[in-house]
């Protein structure tokens, strides 16, 4: 086993087990931490283990273009408030898997690339054993925070993941573009304003993909995982 098998491992140890209701898992972080890749990988581990388990996005939930710009191309609060559409997100997938849900749950609200909504997507039925997983930015967003039975914050330094934007975003190579500020700076208002990280059940660090750490989880204090 690999390191970066243990620590998926250890991860998936960490996580609530569903007991005659779906448990909702939130994979949080900042732009290109390696979210997505953890989630997909933990979705697999679980159900190895058995689990029953369903995956979704955030990015499949993006509010339209001139909703996500209406405070400018640029503005990094734009970003925090107006990226994600979290209404369409809960009454689509949250509330179908919490208290008198009806268990049938839609993965795709909008499509980035085409800018288009979806109103024409299958939706999928679950049972009360599933285990949801969850990535996205601003996960722990107000109104979305009290859904979750548990938080993994994916960590790594912006110099890591400004390189990572540069190369799978097309973005400028410059920290002071005002495209590459807008995250940046979005990403400091959610860690202001919610401390997100300081939240999650297990921390995260991603900087070196093949040898991720972890540095906080029940019963490893902040210790990483060697």
């Known amino acids: 086993m690999d390191r970066r098998q243990k620590v998926i491992g250890t991860v998936a140890d960490s996580l609530p087990r569903p007991e005659g209701a779906p448990v909702l898992i939130a994979i ?10 953890l989630r997909k990988e933990l979705g697999a581990e679980l159900r190895c283990r058995g689990r ?8 499949d939930f993006h ?19 107006d990226s994600f559409d979290h209404e369409a997100f809960i009454e689509k997938v949250l509330k179908p898997l919490g208290p008198g849900g009806d268990r ?10 085409s800018d288009e909504l979806l109103p024409d997507t299958r939706s999928v039925g679950v049972g009360d054993q599933v285990t949801l997983l969850a990535d996205g930015l601003f996960m722990q967003h107000p109104g979305l925070a009290e859904w979750w039975n548990a938080v993994v914050w994916v960590e790594a330094p912006y110099s890591v993941r400004f390189t990572r934007m ?61």
């Open 52 to 59: 029953d388990v369903v995956e979704v996005s955030m990015d």
């Open 63 to 81: 509010h339209p273009r001139d909703h996500r710009y209406r405070q400018g191309r640029t503005s990094p609060r734009g970003f925090w408030e």
């Open 104 to 113: 049938v749950v839609t993965l795709r609200h909008h499509d980035l690339e």
């Open 28 to 37: 949080d972080g900042p732009d290109a931490s390696g979210k997505t890749t």
């Open 166 to 226: 540069v190369t799978r975003d097309g973005l400028e190579e410059d920290p002071d573009d005002p495209v590459q500020r807008r995250y940046f700076d979005g990403q400091l208002i959610y860690r202001r304003e919610v401390a997100p990280r300081q939240k999650a059940l297990v921390v995260v660090d991603n900087a070196d993909p093949k040898r991720p750490r972890i540095l906080s989880g029940p019963s490893l204090g902040t210790v990483p995982l060697t």
